[in-house]
T-cell receptor, first 111, second 112 residues
Framework: NAGVTQTPKFQVLKTGQSMTLQCAQD?????MYWYRQDPGMGLRLIYY???????DKGEVPNGYNVSRLNKREFSLRLESAAPSQTSVYFC??????????FGSGTQLSVL | QQPVQSPQAVILREGEDAVINCSSS?????VHWYRQKHGEAPVFLMI?????EQKGHEKISASFNEKKQQSSLYLTASQLSYSGTYFC?????????????FGKGTRLHILP
């Protein structure tokens, strides 16, 4: 049972480049999340999806777009990467009133 | 909406007890607790729901005061493995929209 799978694990971008972070879960969870983690800032919610077909903004959505492709997959896109988006990104999933399952994270550097 | 955690950091000797607090300015539906070690993903410890239901590790205890909009995580007889950063995450009662916001974390260091 793979759980939550994130790809890639590491990525280096130049300012202005675009990329998509992929996330897939195999636990039949309804809700999926994207968080970013910066030193001293904790985990900040970028976007979440409470069910297939819906997405909602979190605390720091600017500069990002998401797609809930189906129940399993929730992708995060950076259209024009900026150095301020250098961070560790975590995808997570769960069913309501249950715990979050986190992926192993993507370390992104924007030069 | 971000919950406030206290203390920001704590250093203990092995065997000592610690309490980590999480408070919100708004009424809560659920509180989550996770521990994260450097370079790893957060690991689930406990979830507390409005109404009293709790789910989590047997060796971890926590409380949820719904009226005060606060939760506390109790670490007793601490072990070296307890070192890490502890995060609380909260879901507001007014929304119950599955939106979980985390605090900035509490760094815990256990000395032998």
């Amino acid at each position: 049972n793979a759980g939550v799978t994130q790809t890639p694990k590491f990525q280096v971008l130049k300012t202005g480049q675009s990329m998509t972070l992929q996330c897939a879960q195999d636990m039949n969870h309804n809700s999926m999340y994207w968080y970013r983690q910066d030193p001293g800032m904790g985990l900040r919610l970028i976007y979440y999806s409470a069910s297939e077909g819906t997405t909602d903004k979190g605390e720091v959505p600017n500069g990002y777009n998401v797609s809930r492709l189906n129940k399993r997959e929730f992708s995060l896109r950076l259209e024009s990467a900026a150095p301020s988006q250098t961070s560790v990104y975590f995808c997570a999933s769960r069913n309501r009133e249950e715990k979050l399952f986190f992926g192993s994270g993507t370390q992104l550097s924007v030069l | 909406q971000q919950p406030v955690q206290s203390p920001q950091a704590v250093i203990l000797r092995e065997g000592e007890d610690a309490v980590i607090n999480c408070s919100s300015s708004k009424a809560l539906y659920s509180v989550h607790w996770y521990r994260q070690k450097h370079g790893e993903a957060p690991v689930f410890l406990m979830i507390l729901l409005k109404g009293g239901e709790q789910k989590g590790h047997e060796k971890i205890s926590a409380s949820f005061n719904e009226k005060k909009q606060q939760s506390s995580l109790y670490l007793t007889a601490s072990q070296l493995s307890y070192s890490g950063t502890y995060f609380c995450g909260t879901e507001l009662d007014m929304n119950r929209d599955d939106k979980i916001i985390f605090g900035k974390g509490t760094r815990l260091h256990i000395l032998p």
